[in-house]
């Protein structure tokens, strides 16, 4: 009988490599191992989220040739506030393109949300509760989505644009229904709190603090949690591999920390880390333990591979779309009190339909398919940087308005091609 702990052969390595459902991480006995693996799957095709982070390691050298600013504390600083939004929004969309969905009244769902918040604020209510009122408004309307998709079968193409021509007008309602309140169609954010999600910042010692704790409690999850695999006779990735991946998400951390706590101000000293990194991180976190480690999960990626096997097997296709579309929709309403709080204000003149493009941009660039079956939260950060890079970069250049939307869908463009090629080559193999 064969030993669990038994070494594979090379032969087995090879086959393992070839092997485009399973984790190098998995597969692999030794670095020399996981090493071969990924190098064989590059060379394969499946290259994961390489492509993306090259990609933007030469925008960002090209931007920077461009203008000596754009490295600078500052401008990192206010890209990662820029960014927040979209990765939020482009986190939401996550939920429903797994599926093989897509949800183009996100951008409004979340105004509305805004609209929403801001306006219970105005009137004196607590920001907790208005924050919860929003949330619970914006998951509604996305369960109603989701029951019309799911129990009547129509394309969540039609239903989400019908959705999003329906929520501009609501918006437009909503507005105008306040009174004195959205004078000019505007509606300004007078809260501490919510302003402070874009605008407010840790101390530098606090920012330390937070980043190292978090970079420990992330390595030390994955350690422990390959630690238990290995301990209980399972397949597990190396040690080595399990080091490095932990390594890695300490300096990851060290650098964010240290980037954020140089002073960005000119009249006054401003340093440390924005709150809507923690806000993005937290948001980050809690959803990628729901697909990752939970049963809805699990259901979520059976659906997006095969709908039909999915429901052969017994799962609620129906309950499984409409808690996905709630998803989005909660994770929207998110997505638009961090908007407001970096616009300080919201307004009927908010541009929802590009905004939940470039959410869709973003995590289509970052990896996610648009076939569904295949993604993960964190391809929302990756694509929403190359995005907010993108916008930044030409901005700080002097470019235009028109130049940042041609040179994005460009660059979209080249990921859905990226994808359909590389899901081609994965079936012919």
């Not at 490599?17 to 693996?37: C, K, M, W």
């Not at 000596?68 to 890209?79: E, H, Q, T």
């Not at 590009?354 to 973003?362: H, M």
């Not at 950060?381 to 907010?388: A, F, S």
């Amino acid at each position: 009988m064969t030993s669990v702990n038994q070494e594979p052969s090379r032969s087995e390595v090879d086959i393992a490599a070839s092997t485009p459902d399973a984790s190098a991480d998995l597969l692999a006995n030794s670095f020399g191992d996981y090493l071969r693996i990924v190098s064989r799957r590059i060379r394969s095709g499946e290259s994961g989220a390489l492509p993306v982070i090259a990609g933007l390691v030469v925008i960002v050298i090209v931007f920077q040739v461009k203008s000596s600013l754009f490295l600078s504390a500052g401008n990192l600083v206010n890209l990662m506030g820029q960014s927040a939004f979209i990765i939020t929004l482009g986190m939401a969309e996550i939920f429903v393109l797994l599926l093989g969905d897509i949800d183009l009244a996100a951008g409004y769902t979340a105004a509305c949300g805004a609209v929403i918040a801001l306006w219970m604020l105005a009137v004196g209510d607590a920001w907790w509760i208005a924050v919860i009122v929003a949330l619970a408004a914006c998951a509604a309307y996305g369960a109603l989505q989701g029951i019309i998709i799911a129990k009547l079968g129509l394309p969540s193409f039609v239903v989400t644009l019908a959705g999003q021509l329906g929520l501009s007008g609501v918006l437009l309602y909503l507005v105008s229904s306040t009174g004195n309140i959205g004078l000019g169609g505007v509606i300004s954010l007078h809260n501490t709190v919510v302003n402070d999600i874009e605008n407010g910042h840790l101390s530098p010692t606090w920012t330390w603090i937070v980043m190292i704790v978090i970079a420990l409690l992330a390595g030390g999850v994955m350690f422990y949690g390959d630690l238990r695999r290995r301990s209980a006779g399972l397949v597990a990735p190396p040690v080595s591999v399990s080091l490095l991946k932990a390594a890695g998400v300490l300096v990851a951390a060290v650098i964010v920390a240290a980037v954020a706590n140089q002073n960005r101000g000119r009249l006054i000293t401003l340093e440390g880390m924005p709150w809507s990194i923690l806000v993005v991180l937290a948001i980050l976190f809690l959803w990628t333990v729901l697909l990752g480690r939970t049963r809805f999960g699990r259901y979520v990626y059976a659906i997006g591979g095969n709908a039909e096997a999915a429901r052969r097997a017994g799962v609620s296709v129906v309950r499984i779309r409409t808690l996905a579309f709630m998803l989005c929709g909660l994770t929207a309403g998110a997505t638009g009190i961090i908007y407001a709080s970096y616009l300080g204000s919201i307004s009927t003149s908010v541009n929802g339909g590009q905004n939940v493009l470039n959410a869709v941009a973003a995590a289509v660039i970052g990896g996610t398919s648009l076939f569904g079956g295949r993604g993960k939260m964190l391809h929302a950060v990756l694509g929403g940087l190359v995005v907010g890079v993108i916008y930044n970069g030409l901005e700080l250049i002097g470019l235009s308005a028109a130049a940042q939307l041609m040179w994005t869908a460009l660059v979209l463009l080249a990921a859905v091609i990226v994808d359909r090629i590389t899901r081609r080559g994965a079936t012919a193999r």
